[in-house]
Each structure stands twice: as C-alpha cells, then as structure tokens.
C-alpha cells in the first residue's frame, strides 16, 4: 500500500475556553511558565503522622450572601449540536498489508501544516461519523476523536455496535452554545432529560456529577456586593443555588465536598457542601500548586514550592507534611490518589511519572514513552484531569508529548513497569467508572464541504467515550462533556 495514502494528523481542535494561568489546576501547564505560584501564606500548622486527628469542627453558620451569574450577551455558535446520543459507524483498520494506519487532520493526499502523530493498528475498532467525502481521487471518512482516514483502508464491523453496550453508564453532560452551558443527563437507553442551563461566563466552572450526591455545577463570579470572588452552587435538578463570597473555587470530591481557598484575614484551605458554612481546614502552603482529594473525601493532598506534599484532614487539625520541600525535586504535575489512598501519583506533563507513598513519603519513579522535549511553549488544551487510578497498581494518563506514534490513553502496570497504547487524541478529560473502564471526552471539529460562497461547513462538539482497558476497545456514548472544566 502506498505510503502516501496512509498519512494523516489527528484534529487539534482545542476547546478556547480555558483560563490561562490556573496552573494549581491544570496538570500540563505552559512548558516556559514557572510552574509555582507566588503569594500564598506560609503553612504555619503541622501535624505529625502519628497525631490524632481533632474531633470535626462546627462551622460557624454564615449569613448568605445572595450572588447571581451574570448574564451573557454573547451570540450563539451557528454550529451548536445539543447533547444526545450520537450515530456512528463500527469499522476495523485494514490495510492488507499489515501495516498501521495513519490518518489526516482533514481529508486529502496534501499535508499542510502538521505531521500525523499517530498511528492506528490493523485491526483498531474506528467510529466513522458523518458523511464522506470525496478529495484527490479518495474517498474519505471522519473517524471520532482521530481524524480522518481513507475509506478503503476501512472495513465495516457491525458486530461491533455490541462493543460495551451492556457497561455503558448514564452521564451527566454539558453542551455550550456561546450564551450559555446546557446540562443533560443520558441514560443507557439514550433517553435526554433537559437539566439546567446557565450562562457562559469566562470564569471557572466545575460539575460534580458522581452520584453519591445532588448533581452541582459551581460557578467562579465577580461579586460586585462585596467587592471580591465568589462561588456559586447550582443543583442541576431543581436550579436552586446556593452562594459563598470571598472565596475560590479548586473542585469536588466523590462524595460532594467542594475545595475552595476562603480569601479573608488570611487565604485558607476549605471546603464547603453547598447549602452549609464552609468548614476551614488550615493556611495555604506557600506556592501550592496542586491538588487532590483522597478517595471518600476525608483529607486533601496539596503540593507546595519545592514539591513539598501536605494532607489536610477535614477534621480541621491543620496538616501533616508528607513529603519535605526540596527545591532541587522535580516539579510535582497533577495529582491523584490511589483507590485505597496509600499512594499519590504526579502526572508532570514532561518526565516520568511520580508516585509517593502518603505514610513513608517513599518517592518512585513510572517512566513514560520517550517525549519530545521541544514542545514550542504550548499550553495544555485539556479541561478537566487527564491522569487517574484504575486500582492500586494500575494507572492511566493521556501522553501528548511523546514521539510519534506514542500519544494517547496510556494504560500503565506499576508491578511491571508495562504501558498499553490506545491512541485517542484532543482529549479533554479521563475518569475512573471501574478498575477495568474508564469515561472520557474527546473535542471534535469537523470541517465538512465548501460551500457556494467558498467557505467550509463545520461542526464542533464534545463527545464522551467509554473505553475497556483490557480489550483497547472505545465507545461513543453521547455527545457532551462529562464532569469538571474550565473556563466556561
């Protein structure tokens, strides 16, 4: 088969919302930014890893400030696609020969002005949506969250709709039309139920939607009453909201605590469940710039200057310093906790991954595929984490940065040093559903024909996935995004 027409590039359609600068809260930062954070208070209060937690503080009952979301009179997108479920085709690599499948950042024979980044094994299960199209003597089809792929190097799998559908979960999801953010659930049957709709403000946006509690989406404002940031809750079944002032938004735990940095006398770590005062759990250590909950959201992991690692209690004691500060360690990226909350894994957006034992503050190393180390002072395009635990000695994170042919959903073993490729790209999130499935969403742009004016149709949406971690084998659920992001 010719090589030429197996070339292609992966659609970079970065979702341009994000607020840049946020670096406590995206994993892959700007690759020439100093990734710490100046202005934050001293940690002033430790705990000793053998101390006995304080019983739970009573928070003192505020009066509520009520605080309204701006409205947006911003225009619609003209190529909006609400959520739903999505309709596309199963089809499996064929090249004939063996060989893997590259495919294009749109349809053709001409590259322009990128390099395909991956390559497609024969046999990889592709969902090919909308209609084909016809360039330089080829037929070609959309692949979702790949690009675009020569037909005859396809063959149809109807077999394949079968693929997950007894395992696929309802989701909460959102779409956003330029004015405002709409939220949906989806069933496993496909069946849409219409939730709230809020405006689109250019601030942060977190949902939390694990089930374990009312589904939130708390909103970052500017509250003119008083003078300073606010967060506000909004339970997406009723819209009732639920305000607190002088206060920043970092995000949720599983079961439905919010993280936020209380901006008063002194910036301190807090959390809050929406309707009750926030309970303060202690200062911010000085450059804080990272963040997770552990499992069960009974402490919180922060990472500090000189990758130092604390974890506040929610009992309020303070915190007990995991890992010292060492300004020679390598910065610390994203963090997660282990299911059983023994471990912490940092995910750097270059270098090996880091994995630190929370009760000894053992540090390990997980190395990643070989990275391009030239990465042109990007910023990450993701809005919500791209790193998580699958169970206690497997992991996951999106690779963007290794060389080509080596991006994607990275699946890796911790007691065999082993990494697993599933080459999914213009990811915006990934989530845990069990030790063997994962959630994610990918950003679709499509650019369809040109029209009589001599302008190119085009669509763009999110869409979320669930994918088998041990067959390699991905779903399109519905189209929508899932869970936490930025900058709406």
Known sequence: MSEMYKFAAITHAWMAVFIVGLAMLLAAGCADEDPKQPGFAELTATVEPTATPSPTPSPTPEPEVVITIPKNNAKADRGYVPAGPITADPYRVYTGDGDCLNVRPSPGTKFQSSDPRTCVPEGFLLWLYG?????????????????????????ADPAAQDTLANRVPGFVVSTVDGIEEHFSRVETSGQVTKLVSLPVTGSTRFTQASGSSPAYAATQVWADATNSQAIVFTELETGQQHSVAGARLLGWSDDGKALIILQRSRESLAYVVPGSAPVELGPIPSGMSGWAWVPGGNSVIVAGEG???????????????????DMSRTYLGELSVSPDGSRIMSSPYLGPLQLITLSSGQLNEFQRAPQQRDVGGRCGGASGKLSVWLDDNTIAWHESYAEKGSNGITIGDLRTGERNLVPFFTLQDISRIDARTLSFTTQEHIQGEIGADGNASAQSFPVVWILDVESGEARPVAIGSTSSRLGV
């Open 131 to 155: 209609d084909p199209m016809e360039v330089d003597g080829l037929t070609w089809r959309y692949a979702l969250g790949e690009g675009w792929v020569a037909e005859q190097y396809v063959r």
């Open 307 to 325: 990758s130092a690692v604390y974890e506040f209690d929610t009992s309020g004691g303070g915190a007990r310093t995991v890992l010292q500060r």
